[in-house]
Structures are given as C-alpha cells and as structure tokens.
C-alpha cells in the first residue's frame, strides 16, 4: 500500500522559476528519499534525507522533512527544461528497516522553456 | 554493465500464459528490490532478496508471483497463469546494502491480452 501522498499531482512553471513539491507520510521513518523519473525509464536516487536531519542540500535541491507533521518538501530552484519528469518521495519506515522503500504517488513535473 | 538492466523491455502475453522476467542487478549489490508499478503511480512492493535468500516476499500479491535468485546476483521474477490486472511495469532495483538508494532499471512492461 502506498505510504505517501503528494501534492500536487501535477505541476506546470516557465524555466528559471522554483518548483515545490510536498510529501506526507503515515508512519515513524528512518529516513525518507526522493527520486525522479522520466518517462518511460528507471527511477533516480535523487537525495536522503534522514529522521534526525531536518533540511539537506544537494546542487540545486533542497529538501526539508519534519517528522512531528510527518512531512517533506522538495524544492528545485532556477528549473531548466530537462527537469521535467516525476518525481516520488519514498520512506524507509522503522517497522520494515531496510527490507523495503514505500513510494507515494508522485508529482508530474513540467518546466516550459 | 554499469547500471542495472532488466529483459526484456517489453512482453506481451497472452492472458493464462507463464512469463519469466530478469534482472541483472550492479556487481557487487547485495540487496535486490522488485516493485511493480502501473500508470500513473508509484512503485509497488513486491519481494526484497539480501544475498540468495527472499528477505521479505510480503509484497507478492498472490502465489502466481514467485521470485528467485539462485546465485546471489541475477533474479528472475515469475508469474504463472498470468491475468490482465497483471498488466503493469516491473521495475528491478539493486543497493550495494540495506538501506542505502536504490539503483533502479529501466522496467518490463508487462502486457497481457
């Protein structure tokens, strides 16, 4: 069963803006992650984030997590074309440590040049 | 090969038929993740493998679904009296350990007819 919930489901915005996406989750976590997908391929590790950290930074993301709400937020800023893609937010959570990742719904980004 | 590569990209079948489904995982990754993930979702659990050994097959949805992976390395995911619902893409993922991210392949889409 999916863990996550993100919103929105779809996202559109011109190059150059910053796109937010959010994720809420059910269960205690050791750590959550985001991945990207394009269409038609494999997922991407994008970045983790773990549940004593609260924010992380990697090139142009920023991802945030607040565990007593439950929740994350990825941020891209200054988006380019080729970040259109989807992009899931997935938990490790502490009742299945390791054995699994439990993948929301995504979010369908579309950057317009 | 440097990625994870699953074959073939594409099957369709016919409703009642067996298929088989490979996964070549990244050397050297011990843990091996299949999820299966229809239109417009996100992944789905189905079987965690650590070594040669079914860590945890609690996400396969009935006894059709069977995984193995005899030598520590390869995995074939095998679906018996296969069934329209069966209808999705069958994603493989590899990490080096539990709890590290996932490399992802490219998916089995999986047609039945």
């Known amino acids: 069963s999916q863990q996550g919930e993100e919103d929105p489901q779809a996202l559109s915005i011109q190059e150059g803006e910053n796109a937010t996406m959010n994720c809420s989750y059910k269960?205690?976590?050791?750590?959550l992650q985001w991945y990207r997908q394009n269409s038609g391929r494999g997922l991407v590790h994008l970045i983790l984030?773990?549940?004593?950290?609260r924010e992380k930074h990697s090139g142009r993301l920023r991802v945030t997590l607040d565990t007593s709400k439950k929740s994350s937020s990825l941020l891209i800023t200054a988006s380019r074309a080729a970040d259109t893609a989807s992009y899931f937010c997935?938990?490790?959570?502490?009742?299945?440590?390791?054995?699994?990742?439990?993948f929301g719904e995504g979010t369908q980004l579309t950057v317009n040049p | 090969g440097a990625g994870v590569s699953q074959t073939p990209s594409n099957k369709v079948t016919e409703k009642g038929k067996y298929v088989e489904l490979r996964c070549d995982p990244i050397?050297?990754?011990?843990?091996l993740y299949w999820y299966r993930q229809s239109l417009g979702q996100g992944p789905e659990f189905l079987i965690y493998?650590?070594?040669?050994?079914?860590?945890?097959d609690s996400g396969l949805p009935n006894d059709r679904f069977f995984a193995v992976r005899p030598e520590g390395s390869v995995s074939t995911l095998k679906i018996q009296r296969t069934e329209r619902g069966d209808s999705a893409v069958y994603l493989c993922?590899?990490?080096?350990?539990?709890?590290?991210?996932?490399?992802f392949g490219n998916g089995t889409r999986l047609t039945v007819t």
């Open positions: 984030i773990r549940s004593n950290e």
């Open positions: 993922a590899s990490s080096f350990i539990r709890n590290s991210p996932l490399h």
């Open positions: 269960t205690s976590i050791n750590n």
């Open positions: 050397s050297g990754h011990t843990a």
């Open positions: 997935a938990t490790d959570r502490e009742e299945t440590s390791g054995s699994r990742l439990t």
């Open positions: 493998f650590q070594g040669t050994g079914a860590a945890d």
